[in-house]
């Protein structure tokens, strides 16, 4: 157990829908990571925050959007979800940047 | 651009046989590496990282692996695989580009074991 969290562990919608996945990271730890797993694209980077400021955009499109509320967890929004989407969203959380990041469970993520 | 190549998509090794996963690197500075394991279904275990010093670092479960800056690579070892090691195993390395920390993994490596 890497001590970080994420809600729900699996979730099935539709095209077109709205979708919000949810992330703690590990007490004390700053900095969360967003990443995306498709079979196609690998793991890739979609976005860091650091104390609830955004510090790196990757490979995010323009429908996905995140936030890093007070107490440190944080939200990742995907909207106008498309077959494409589907994936298994991963978060991590590290205590500064360029340090070691430790995964929550991920979230997979099935668009019909 | 920073990258990460795993060569091998997919090893196939006899239980008790030892293992090597290769990992190669481009990254113009001092990188910070790490080696992640997934078994299906979960998510990422941190196995080992490199950050500086000792360039052979020791790892969970008995593996090693050794950072080689001449080869720009940072091999995974283990001397006896074991049956519960069939996994899918992803080489990293930290971006720290400005205010950056994100990784940059390679395609992974999939790791069947024989009986």
């Known amino acids: 157990d890497s001590g970080v969290t994420q809600t729900p562990k699996h979730l099935i919608t539709a095209t077109g829908q709205r979708v919000t996945l949810r992330c703690s990271p590990r007490?004390?730890?700053?900095?969360v990571y967003w990443y995306q797993q498709s079979l196609d694209q690998g793991l890739q980077f979609l976005i860091q925050?650091?104390?609830?400021?955004?510090?790196a955009k990757g490979n995010i499109l323009e429908r996905f959007s995140a936030q890093q509320f007070p107490d440190l967890h944080s939200e990742l929004n995907l909207s106008s979800l498309e077959l494409g989407d589907s994936a298994l969203y991963f978060c991590?959380?590290?205590?500064?940047?360029?340090?070691?990041?430790?995964f929550g469970p991920g979230t997979r993520l099935t668009v019909l | 651009a920073q990258s990460v190549t795993q060569p091998d998509i997919h090893i196939t090794v006899s239980e008790g046989a030892s293992l090597e996963l290769r990992c190669n690197y481009s990254?113009?500075?001092?990188?910070?590496l790490f080696w992640y394991v997934q078994s299906p279904g979960q998510g990422l275990q941190l196995l080992l990282k490199?950050?500086?010093?000792?360039?052979l670092v020791q790892g969970i479960k008995g593996f090693e692996a050794e950072f080689k800056r001449s080869q720009s690579s940072f091999n995974l070892r283990k001397p006896s695989v074991h049956w519960s090691d069939a996994a899918e195993y992803f080489c990293?390395?930290?971006?720290?580009?400005?205010?950056?920390?994100?990784?940059?993994f390679g395609k992974g490596t999939k790791l069947s074991v024989k009986p």
């Open positions: 990293a390395v930290v971006y720290y580009g400005g205010s950056q920390g994100n990784l940059i």
């Open positions: 990254y113009g500075a001092t990188p910070y």
């Open positions: 490199y950050f500086s010093g000792d360039t």
């Open positions: 007490s004390g730890d700053l900095s």
């Open positions: 991590a959380s590290s205590p500064r940047r360029a340090d070691t990041q430790y």
């Open positions: 925050y650091y104390n609830g400021e955004e510090r």
